[in-house]
């Protein structure tokens, strides 16, 4: 958090494994404000192989919790071990950037924060695509009166599941995994930067297979249980009135949807995908025809872990754009829909997170 202008952020990644290397590729374009200092896995050979590969020592989580080097730990883990990873930077001393989910109960995520708290530390949470030209140039128009007052939302990912590319898919079909855990932050983190948070949520849900083949790397043809429902769809209802229809399924061969609608009194738009940092966002106003709007806010040429840049830019006293808050806001809207399928009724929700700060235009 602005610790010092000029001295990079220095960061300790845990978790070498599929979505590192576009962490890697961030790290080296922004090494001089967020610089890779180590690098850690619960597989020391990996960790040794990768670390070798982008020139830091690369061990143990152990080794990388004692280096004073480090000032923040990139927790690129499991979902199931991301609240006992950032657990173990917290107590070591390290501020935590953790991938999504943040956790996979509301109880482990509230206590990592509560632990943060205590220790004076930050907890950031992807998705930070959200920070990008894309959700913000949507916002942006959204805050600016462009559709009027908002009225509703439409969220969709249908796709037929990651064992589709994904080499070890085990934990998309573990608890803390599905559809709604692993792309719905994404969605959720747009529909909250655009619309405010959620009061209330309601849901179905279902698990038409109980099985899927892995298709790809050397575990292809074998099969992974699945145990958690793949198909979800629910009612958010926002803090401000807006009413959002969420769909979140590994259970659908092709879709023609587009992934968030945006619909106010005076006009609607058609968002970006929020699995991207770009994007065209279109508009159109009651009697005219659809326009496409210039890009006008959010960090252009983003990608993953501008929210640890953002974290590093944000000046004291102010809170970074990809602080946690917005994920535990996130995971209990999740959590919810998923109860409310189970137990046939709307839910209130807790807690409530702000909104964070627009992203003006900025060019790195
Ligand atoms: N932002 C994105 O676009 C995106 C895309 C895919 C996955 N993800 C998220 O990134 C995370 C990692 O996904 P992945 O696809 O890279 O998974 P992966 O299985 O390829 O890699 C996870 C790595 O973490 C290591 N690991 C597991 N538990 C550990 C522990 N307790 N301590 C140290 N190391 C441990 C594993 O050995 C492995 O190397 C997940 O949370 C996932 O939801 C994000």
């Not at 297979?209 to 249980?225: L, W, Y």
């Not at 994920?327 to 409530?352: C, K, N, P, Q, Y």
């Amino acid at each position: 958090m602005n610790e010092g202008a000029g001295t990079p952020l220095r960061v300790g990644l845990v978790g070498a494994g599929f979505i590192s290397r576009m962490y890697f590729d961030t790290l080296k374009r922004i090494q001089d404000e967020v610089r890779l200092v180590r690098i850690a896995d619960v597989d020391l050979a990996r960790a040794v192989e990768t670390g070798a590969a982008q020139g830091v020592p690369g061990g143990s989580v152990d080794e990388l919790l004692a280096d004073p080097e480090v000032d923040v730990v990139l927790n690129l883990t499991i979902p199931m071990a991301h609240a006992e990873v950032a657990t173990r930077s917290l107590e070591a001393g390290k501020h935590v950037y953790d991938e999504k989910p943040l956790a996979v109960t509301v109880a482990e995520a509230r206590s990592v924060l509560d632990l943060a708290q205590q220790r004076g530390l930050w907890v950031g949470c992807a998705p930070d695509t959200v920070l990008g030209t894309g959700i913000q140039t949507a916002r942006r128009a959204v805050d600016d009166g462009m559709i009027g007052p908002p009225v509703a939302a439409t969220a969709t990912m249908a796709i037929p599941g990651h064992e589709a590319w994904h080499p070890n898919p085990d934990f998309y079909y573990a608890p803390g995994g599905g559809p709604l855990y692993d792309m719905g932050p994404y969605y959720l983190h747009a529909l909250i930067t655009l619309l405010g948070p959620v009061a209330r949520v309601s849901a179905s849900s279902s698990r038409p297979v109980t099985e899927r083949v892995i298709a790809s790397g050397p575990r292809a043809g074998e099969r992974v249980p699945v145990l958690t429902d793949t198909h979800i769809t629910g009612l958010l209802e926002h803090v401000d009135g807006a009413i959002t229809t969420l769909t979140m399924s590994f259970d659908t061969v092709g879709t023609r949807t587009l992934p968030i609608e945006v619909h106010g009194v005076e006009g609607s738009l058609l968002v970006p995908d929020p699995n991207e940092f770009s994007g065209t966002t279109s508009l159109k106003r009651r009697g005219e025809d659809w326009v496409e709007l210039p890009t006008s806010a959010g960090y252009e040429n983003s990608a993953r872990g501008f929210g640890l840049l953002d974290f590093h830019r944000t000046p004291a006293g102010e809170v970074p754009r990809a602080d946690a808050g917005i994920a535990f806001h996130a995971l209990e809207i999740m959590e919810s829909m998923m109860r409310s399928s189970v137990e046939g009724r709307r839910l209130d929700l807790g807690a409530t997170a702000g909104r964070s700060r627009p992203v003006p235009l900025t060019s790195i």
